[in-house]
């Protein structure tokens, strides 16, 4: 069993943008409402980095700095683990259709943006950081992947560890093979020791018990349409302050406890 403490969370989903809004949403003090997508500059992108930026990026730091807001940290000084399972369709796609046209004409910021570690890219450029940063992908997993991550590298380092889970929507035909629901980010400040203001503390265990959902059926809907936010039972838990653990799925067949204790 490896622990760990929650520092901060950050999140950026329909309906629950920003963990200060969020978080009565999540604890049953508020009602759901389903919101449309805002635009969003990146505050700690330099503004050439932001014009290159793509929504997929965006939606990374939008998260990201929700939670490095409500940690009070140095972002530059945390390692990071971001996480997705797909990263940018959107420029995928663009290229795909490039290179099926004649003359094959491929856009240098499209090239640029392709990568799967482009967020963690802007990230390290955006704040000046030179600690270590982590790219992974898991399919459905990449929630319980990149916090296995996370949870190992602040153990290891004996520092803050952000991590960052994102994903949006891709177009067609992509989508038809890979279908999510919604755009949305997830990121929280894990540590190996408490502090005054950390949000509890988590234990994480490889179990055989079955997936958790959420009861409230506006969000099991979205928990069930994006990778990142298969995190949702665990943030009700956060939000509410209460004590419990809840069952993510994990790699191939392995299921992960996450106890939780505010």
């Not at 069993?1 to 520092?7: A, D, H, L, W, Y």
């Not at 099926?100 to 491929?106: K, L, M, S």
Request: proline share 8%.
């Amino acid at each position: 069993m490896s622990q760990c403490f929650i520092k901060a969370v950050g999140i950026a989903a329909p309906g629950l943008v920003g963990w200060s809004a969020a978080a009565p949403v999540l604890a049953g003090q508020s009602p759901y409402v389903a919101a449309a997508e805002t635009p969003y500059a990146p505050a700690l992108l330099p503004p050439n980095e932001r014009r290159r930026a793509t929504a997929s990026v965006k939606l990374a730091f939008r998260a990201a700095e929700d939670a490095v807001a409500g940690a009070g940290a140095e972002a530059r000084e945390l390692a990071s683990v971001f996480s997705s399972s797909d990263a940018d369709m959107t420029v995928l796609h663009r290229i795909c259709a490039a290179l099926a046209q004649t003359p094959r004409v491929i856009s240098p910021t499209d090239f640029h943006n392709s990568v799967h570690n482009a967020a963690s890219g802007y990230w390290s450029i955006g704040v000046g950081s030179m600690a270590p940063t982590t790219t992974i992908s898991a399919y459905d997993a990449s929630f319980t992947a990149g916090l296995i991550e996370a949870v190992a590298l602040a153990r290891d380092r004996v520092a803050d560890v952000l991590l960052v889970v994102y994903d949006a929507p891709a177009p067609q035909p992509l989508a038809a093979k890979r279908p999510l629901a919604v755009s949305a980010g997830v990121a929280m400040i894990v540590g190996p020791v408490p502090s005054p203001s950390a949000l509890g503390s988590l234990a994480l265990e490889f179990v055989d018990l079955p997936e958790s959902r959420c009861a409230n059926p506006a969000l099991e809907t979205l928990r069930a349409g994006n990778p990142a936010l298969r995190a949702l039972p665990l943030l009700e838990l956060i939000a509410a302050g209460r004590a419990g653990a809840v069952t993510l799925r994990g790699t191939g067949s392995l299921f992960v406890s996450l106890r939780y204790a505010p």
